[in-house]
């Protein structure tokens, strides 16, 4: 079905205008251009203007009517109207209608639809090849692609308001229905305008089960939760038996953060139908939320098995996340392998991949996935710390390549982000062990003032400090009058204070202490301020 291919909400399409008689041949033909089978006994139901546009871009199509217009200014108000109602494919709008539609809004006695579909027609709309002399005509501009069609050049006159007010004078709920699900698919009007018009479905027809499907979905998209919720409890209510109306409960649900809640919506729209994948995926979300991470494994894995459905990716991108979660890194992994071999632009999969290999400890190949998250988004400050990471640990002591480029993705991530803290802290690190003692502490300073109760950063800057002061010594300097000894003895004490912080528990200060010859028990007397500053 043509609202299947189109991922509507709403059930029923009944747009049937016929443009012309085609051949049984063209029948099947356009039939399986919109993924359908032909019954040449149903003669009422051969593809329709509408139906056809759906097969393409609907922004060429609309454009191609734009241009149609332009040929036919006689016919324009109505034209306009048909290029809105039939090329954006509204549904649910019949011959009797459609007409009645057209008078409402341009105050008009008489539309005669038939002069102008067949205005349509005549213009080769649905005539593909030659005609049956052989001879062959240009195709008619209207028909052409929009390749050289430049912004601006069309009129901006907005037919919502007399169509939205044409449909509500006449009562006419499916109607309004159909232009709210198609304006809000095309993004011809605000959401607002969309509401107007489920809104108004509502209060015309209050026991019209999709206008409150659809009111429900707007509501929760513009996080209106309470009103969403309302919306699809009244639309379960009407149909309870259709597994799209429990799934439009659960997703509101969901949003508003009632996940228990929403999960029982979703297992019973997996009961009413267990053959969608994308129920299950959306289960598997909840589970997630609510932490039963084995159980949102199985859901992923069912929506898997069902095949690939069009978001399949997301439910490999969940059964990742799952597997992580419960500690199985291998076949995390292979999760990952997975998506982007389907989706190879995938930004946050190679950033994720990246993030687990550094918990595995596997830098170069960490290095390799960060790489290639890099080239996705060179604007992502997260990238560049997880690259001076990796780096960090593949450097040993000497190695002044390996700083060098941490050292520049550092600062990369410092300028992509200003308030990045771990990545001033790792520049302090990387400067640090490049001897460059006194650009460093200015880093840990930066890191501090954003994490100021991160006792490492205390550490590294005692130890950044206290370098300073080794310098001046050897050149001849009074340590007792170094400025730099004095703040780097009172980091090092505060960070004495609060060594239970610290990943080694202070065994790494205590060395550092007797490599000065300092006790830290003097640290009471020698700098009391240390004790307030926790």
């Given at each position: 079905?043509?609202?299947?291919?189109?991922?509507?909400?709403y059930?029923?399409?009944?747009?049937?205008?016929?443009?012309?008689?085609?051949?049984?041949?063209?029948?099947?033909?356009?039939?399986?251009?919109?993924?359908?089978?032909?019954?040449?006994e149903?003669?009422?139901?051969?593809?329709?203007?509408?139906s056809?546009?759906?097969?393409g871009?609907?922004?060429?199509?609309?454009?191609?009517?734009?241009?149609?217009?332009?040929?036919?200014p006689?016919?324009?108000?109505?034209?306009?109207?048909m290029?809105?109602?039939?090329?954006?494919?509204?549904?649910?709008?019949?011959?009797r209608?459609?007409?009645?539609?057209?008078?409402?809004?341009?105050?008009?006695?008489?539309?005669?639809?038939?002069?102008?579909?067949?205005d349509?027609?005549?213009?080769?709309?649905l005539?593909?090849?030659?005609?049956?002399?052989?001879?062959?005509?240009p195709?008619?501009?209207?028909?052409?692609?929009?390749?050289?069609?430049?912004?601006?050049?069309?009129?901006?006159?907005?037919?919502?308001?007399?169509?939205?007010?044409a449909f509500?004078?006449?009562?006419?709920?499916?109607?309004?229905i159909?232009?709210?699900?198609?304006?809000?698919?095309?993004?011809?009007?605000?959401?607002?305008?969309?509401?107007?018009?489920?809104?108004?479905?509502?209060?015309?027809?209050?026991?019209?089960?999709?206008?409150?499907?659809?009111k429900?979905?707007?509501?929760?998209?513009?996080?209106?939760?309470?009103?969403?919720?309302?919306?699809?409890?009244r639309?379960?209510e009407?149909?309870?038996?259709?597994?799209?109306?429990?799934?439009?409960?659960?997703?509101v649900l969901?949003?508003?953060?009632?996940?228990?809640?929403?999960?029982?919506?979703?297992?019973?729209?997996?009961?009413?139908?267990?053959?969608?994948?994308?129920?299950?995926?959306?289960?598997?979300?909840?589970?997630?939320?609510?932490?039963?991470?084995?159980?949102?494994?199985?859901?992923?894995?069912?929506?898997?098995d069902?095949?690939?459905?069009?978001?399949?990716?997301?439910?490999?991108?969940?059964?990742?996340?799952?597997?992580?979660?419960?500690?199985?890194?291998?076949?995390?992994?292979?999760?990952?392998d997975?998506?982007?071999?389907?989706?190879?632009?995938?930004?946050?999969?190679?950033f994720?991949?990246?993030?687990?290999?550094?918990?595995?400890?596997?830098?170069?190949?960490?290095?390799?996935?960060?790489?290639?998250?890099?080239?996705?988004?060179?604007?992502?400050?997260?990238?560049?710390?997880?690259?001076?990471?990796?780096?960090?640990?593949l450097?040993?002591?000497?190695?002044d390549?390996?700083?060098?480029?941490?050292?520049e993705?550092?600062?990369?991530?410092?300028?992509?982000?200003?308030?990045?803290?771990?990545?001033?802290?790792?520049?302090?690190?990387?400067?640090?062990?490049?001897?460059?003692?006194?650009?460093a502490?200015?880093?840990?300073?930066?890191?501090?003032?954003?994490?100021?109760?991160?006792?490492?950063?205390?550490?590294?800057?005692?130890?950044?400090?206290?370098?300073?002061?080794?310098g001046?010594?050897?050149?001849?300097?009074?340590?007792?009058?170094?400025?730099?000894?004095q703040?780097?003895?009172?980091?090092?004490?505060?960070?004495?204070?609060?060594?239970?912080?610290?990943?080694?528990?202070?065994?790494?200060?205590?060395?550092?202490?007797?490599?000065?010859?300092?006790?830290?028990?003097?640290?009471?007397?020698?700098?009391?301020?240390?004790?307030?500053?926790?």
């Amino acid at each position: 079905m043509v609202e299947q291919k189109l991922g509507r909400f709403y059930e029923d399409v009944s747009l049937k205008l016929k443009l012309v008689a085609p051949t049984e041949e063209e029948k099947c033909e356009l039939a399986r251009g919109i993924g359908e089978v032909w019954d040449s006994e149903a003669a009422e139901d051969y593809p329709t203007l509408g139906s056809i546009a759906m097969e393409g871009h609907l922004e060429a199509m609309s454009l191609r009517f734009r241009n149609l217009l332009r040929d036919y200014p006689d016919h324009a108000d109505v034209l306009r109207a048909m290029k809105l109602l039939t090329a954006a494919s509204v549904g649910a709008l019949t011959h009797r209608r459609l007409e009645a539609a057209l008078k409402e809004a341009f105050g008009r006695d008489e539309v005669h639809l038939g002069d102008c579909l067949r205005d349509l027609s005549e213009q080769a709309f649905l005539k593909r090849g030659p005609p049956p002399d052989e001879t062959a005509y240009p195709e008619p501009a209207y028909l052409r692609d929009a390749v050289t069609y430049t912004e601006g050049k069309e009129p901006r006159d907005d037919f919502f308001p007399a169509l939205f007010y044409a449909f509500r004078n006449l009562e006419d709920a499916d109607a309004l229905i159909s232009l709210g699900v198609t304006s809000m698919i095309g993004g011809r009007w605000n959401p607002q305008a969309v509401y107007w018009c489920f809104d108004s479905a509502t209060e015309i027809e209050p026991d019209n089960p999709s206008a409150w499907l659809n009111k429900a979905a707007l509501l929760g998209a513009g996080k209106h939760h309470e009103d969403a919720i309302a919306a699809a409890e009244r639309a379960v209510e009407l149909k309870p038996y259709d597994y799209s109306y429990w799934q439009q409960k659960g997703r509101v649900l969901h949003g508003a953060g009632r996940n228990t809640e929403a999960q029982n919506a979703y297992l019973r729209a997996s009961a009413l139908r267990p053959d969608r994948s994308d129920t299950w995926r959306n289960l598997g979300d909840v589970h997630m939320d609510l932490g039963n991470h084995r159980d949102a494994l199985r859901a992923f894995n069912r929506s898997i098995d069902l095949d690939a459905d069009y978001d399949y990716v997301r439910s490999w991108v969940g059964r990742a996340a799952a597997l992580r979660r419960m500690g199985q890194h291998r076949e995390t992994l292979r999760a990952y392998d997975r998506i982007v071999s389907m989706a190879p632009d995938n930004f946050e999969t190679w950033f994720n991949k990246s993030g687990l290999l550094r918990k595995l400890s596997r830098h170069e190949d960490a290095l390799v996935a960060t790489s290639r998250a890099e080239s996705l988004r060179p604007d992502h400050p997260e990238v560049y710390v997880a690259r001076c990471e990796s780096l960090i640990a593949l450097a040993s002591r000497d190695d002044d390549a390996l700083w060098s480029e941490a050292y520049e993705a550092c600062e990369r991530a410092t300028v992509l982000d200003e308030d990045h803290a771990v990545a001033w802290s790792m520049k302090g690190i990387v400067l640090l062990s490049m001897h460059r003692y006194e650009e460093a502490p200015e880093a840990f300073e930066r890191a501090i003032l954003l994490r100021p109760e991160r006792v490492e950063d205390w550490w590294h800057k005692a130890q950044a400090l206290l370098k300073i002061a080794e310098g001046q010594q050897v050149q001849g300097f009074d340590l007792s009058s170094s400025a730099e000894y004095q703040a780097a003895m009172w980091w090092l004490c505060r960070t004495w204070h609060n060594r239970g912080r610290l990943p080694d528990g202070g065994a790494s200060a205590y060395r550092l202490f007797q490599h000065i010859g300092y006790d830290p028990a003097w640290c009471l007397d020698d700098y009391p301020s240390t004790l307030l500053a926790r």
